[in-house]
């Protein structure tokens, strides 16, 4: 029952964010104020936001690395911390305007 509510709670968490970052007005908002945002969706947090834009786009370096599956090789790890850091989206070089995704 806590795992149900946990993920609906999470769930509707990232429908807010998601509604918020596809309004142009609420996406500037969040970047320039993202502690106010966020608290008014229950989140609170520090964090700092970053937005990409048509010629920005920011790379994640993950905090924690599995030492021990660089150290095997393991493409399937190098794959995944490479869709980490890009957010699992993929930019076109072909348009400037809009960004392409890659579902994975």
């Known amino acids: 029952m806590t795992i149900q509510k946990t993920s609906a709670e999470k769930l509707e968490t990232g429908k807010q964010i998601g ?8 996406r500037e908002r969040l970047v320039s104020n993202p502690e106010g945002v966020l ?24 905090a924690h690395i599995d030492e021990c599956r660089v150290a095997t090789d ?12 890009l957010g699992l989206c993929m930019y ?7 960004p392409a995704t890659n579902p994975v």
Do not use: K, M, R, W
Not at 74 to 83: C, Q
């Open 74 to 85: 393991d493409a399937a790890y190098f794959e995944e911390l490479g869709l980490l850091a």
């Open 19 to 26: 509604a918020i970052i596809q309004n142009e007005s609420e």
């Open 92 to 98: 076109s070089e072909e348009q400037d305007d809009e």
């Open 39 to 62: 608290a008014d969706i229950g989140i609170q947090t520090t964090a700092t936001i970053y937005a990409d834009t048509a010629d920005t786009v920011h790379l994640v370096i993950p």
